[in-house]
């Protein structure tokens, strides 16, 4: 079983619908879950991070927990073309205070908004 | 000053060749980072460091050196490397007791 999984998609949506991405992971003492975007060609950009079980609503976005099922989601409403790209999920293991820690990160799933 | 930045952009060496990438962040963070990324598969940790020690090295080749001289720099020295290490190399950095890791623009490095 990999540390980190995603759906590996692609994903496809229309534009002004509702994009839902998915990710498990392994170590259950995980404290820390993030999703990156990353455009092709360019860097993983941080666009949530998420700590406790719930939702996290930051604009178009909403990060899901749930520690029990070890499960992370994305939900991006209103999708725009500009969000065509890979989503990574990445769950931070291992952080030993002071050490910095280790971002693990899911395959990715590659988004398309068609216009 | 909320970014990391990475120099070369570009890189081209030989399998002979000695060359060094260049990482800066200040951002006060005291962890940084160094991850490789091949085409279609997401990044993997190289190297931490924190408070310039290295603390994490996930059984890279010795061809590849991390080094740390100061909170703000990271350097990753190269040398004697293959065609298959060809990739995205990217740095990032945050705060020690934070997931939330900070990604730098990356050096695309084609080894011949």
């Known amino acids: 079983q990999k540390e980190v999984e995603q759906n590996s998609g692609p994903l496809s949506v229309p534009e002004g619908a509702i994009a839902s991405l998915n990710c498990t992971y392994s170590?259950?003492?995980?404290?820390?879950f993030f999703w990156y975007r990353q455009y092709s060609g360019k860097s993983p950009e941080l666009i949530m991070s998420?700590?406790?079980?719930g939702d996290k609503e930051d604009g178009r976005f909403t990060a899901q927990l749930n520690k029990a099922s070890q499960y992370v989601s994305l939900l991006i409403r209103d999708s725009q073309p500009s969000d065509s790209a890979t989503y990574l999920c990445?769950?931070?293991?291992?952080?030993?205070?002071?050490?910095?820690?280790?971002?693990?990160f899911g395959q990715g799933t590659e988004l398309s908004v068609k216009p | 000053d909320t970014e990391v930045t990475q120099t070369p952009k570009h890189l081209v060496m030989g399998m002979t060749n000695k060359k060094s990438l260049k990482c800066e962040q200040h951002?006060?963070?005291?962890?940084m980072y160094w991850y490789k990324q091949k085409a279609k598969k997401p990044p993997e940790l190289m190297f931490v460091y924190s408070y310039e020690k290295l603390s994490i090295n996930e059984s890279v080749p010795s061809r590849f050196s991390p080094e740390c001289p100061n909170s703000s720099l990271l350097n990753l020295h190269l040398h004697a490397l293959q065609p298959e290490d060809s990739a995205l190399y990217l740095c990032?950095?945050?705060?020690?007791?934070?997931?939330?890791?900070?990604f730098g623009p990356g050096t695309r490095l084609l080894v011949l």
């Open positions: 170590d259950r003492v995980s404290q820390s």
């Open positions: 990032a950095s945050s705060h020690p007791e934070e997931g939330r890791k900070y």
């Open positions: 998420i700590y406790s079980n």
């Open positions: 951002m006060g963070h005291r962890a």
């Open positions: 990445a769950v931070n293991m291992g952080l030993i205070y002071n050490q910095g820690g280790k971002l693990i």
